[in-house]
């Protein structure tokens, strides 16, 4: 958790090494043989998820759970409900309402509004 | 002679009008304090002789001019006079410059950035309609949102009314400020980060909250929605310091031949049958009312006045969850002259206003984490006046006082009870973050006077020395101040009342709180109302 988007100098090799030596560091506290049984691993910082799933600022919720972006304000007011202000085009991630976390929801209720 | 009407406990500014408004209702009201002074935290204490400090509350705005005219403060000795312009203090070397006039004012914003000084007018339209909405709830009681009484009913629909009014667009914009956090609210106007900085200081005054904390919006607009004379959003100083607020009420009290005892420290309120009948005081004394108001905040009501046996179930528990985190402190500083700041033009305008030093928003979140830490932050967020500027009277003739509010300060430290060691430690960290921009300010000390939140409990009884009586956030305004089911004034015990800065609308040296209960007990007695309405200015 509390992984920056934007890290001070940025993530170099070395950042990415260190976080991730954390990491494993925090876990072998409590499962002290992983070191040995670790085959491979990958570090995926916020950086990372925006260049490859194109989510902007690296966030799997597409924006953030705060009151001011829910329900009938998710992503804000004037694109809630899954239409936007431009006919024809609609919204049906996670920056929609419920949300993210894979429920299928938002895509579902998008459909359902296009249809009506 | 120990039988009264109406019994308030407690003469803060909010205990003294409640009394006053009593009092001018025909009623035989004493008001009991147990220190030696009136007014709690708005006050003014010779600490350093010759130096008047407003110890704890600083400057005026929220006082409402209904209750100001209506009790004649002014001929009681009220003079409020609106603070001339102010200076901001960016991390390096960048300052802004905060003017009445609004052509200077969008000059000196211009020069940090022509987008913010656009900007600036969408923010104040904005800021002040928000606040135009809140303002009318001001003095009302609010509406208990579960009930069917038709006085709630009326209430709710008051409400919506004033809600849907804002139109559509306008609700949504209300309901996302009121849950945003004060960065991110400025984020949608301005770029200059000292601008946000500036602005964002509001959002955090006497709240356990950061400036990137859901929330702190409103807080923001709690310190805007007052005025000066009429003008919404300025901040003034009292002519002699605060206790000039807490001194013109009490004239007001006595005039309407209401009684002030001091040095009445009460030890425990008297109930039978579920019904409040009077105190004791410590010295023993028994005092009787039909009437018995607590301007005190819910803690030390409920925990240390009354007893549990004496309480519904559950309330124990409401209290106990009730938020008091204490996170400011204040630093009077006595001066031998005028200090003079790095990079700030020799205008009285802004020299003789208030200074903000308040850095970046990175800077005042970082002292938000030092806070929660249970320590003070080297770099701390002040906000700070020279009253003495324009005001004679707080000091010895070409001498100063400054005022100086800390944000953030705990109640206790990660190292246990506050020490004299270290407040005087938290004092210089203040005094250095002031010389910083100000390089012969250490030479013309005299005096240096420290104020944390713990001593705000031991002195003022403010519990956890929280200076709104209970945290300003979502869960614990309107009809959830202080507790859901208990926001009009009235208590779980009958014919006790609450009236401190812990009820609707919360702290701020408003003297609201109090006139709202007034009026609430004098409808309970079938007495004629004898506090005003307020006024609106739009309409």
Known sequence: MYVPRNLKGGWTDEARQQMQERVIETIAQYAPGIRDQIVHSEFLTPADLEREYRVTGGHWHHTEFAMDQMLMMRPTYEAAQYSTPIPGLFLCAAGCHPGGDITGAAGHNAAQEILR | MNKYDAIVIGAGHNGLTNAAYLAKAGLDVVLLEKNDFIGGASCT?????????????????????????????????LLIVPYLGTVNFGDGDERLFGYHNEEAAHLELKRHSPHDADAMHRFQADLTRYAQFIRKTLMRTPPDPTSFRPRDIMELLFMGKQLWNLGEKEIYEYVRFFTMSAAD??????ESDLLKAAMASAGIIGTALGVKSPGSSYILLHHVMGDVDGSIGAWGLPRGGMGAISESIAGALQEHGGELRMNASVQKVLVENRKAIGVVLENGDELRAPVVVSNLDPVQTFMRLMDKNDLPDGIYRKVANYKTRGSSGKVNIALSAMPKFTGVPDNRYICQGGQGFSGSLETMERAYDCWKRGRWSDDPFVESVIPSAWDPTVAPPGKHWMSNFVQYCPPELDTGTWTSDDRDQFGQAVIDKIARYSPGFKDLIEHVDVRTPYDMQEEIGLTEGNIFQGELTIDQLLFNRPFPGYAQYRMPVKNMYMCGSATHPGGGVSAVCGANAAREILMDLRKPNSVPEDDFYDE
């Open chain 2, 45 to 77: 204490q010779e600490s350093h002789k010759g130096w008047k400090y407003s110890s704890y509350s600083y400057v005026c705005s929220m006082m409402r001019q209904a209750i100001h005219r209506d009790l004649d403060l002014a001929r009681h000795g």
């Open chain 2, 185 to 190: 609210f400025l984020d949608g106007y301005f």
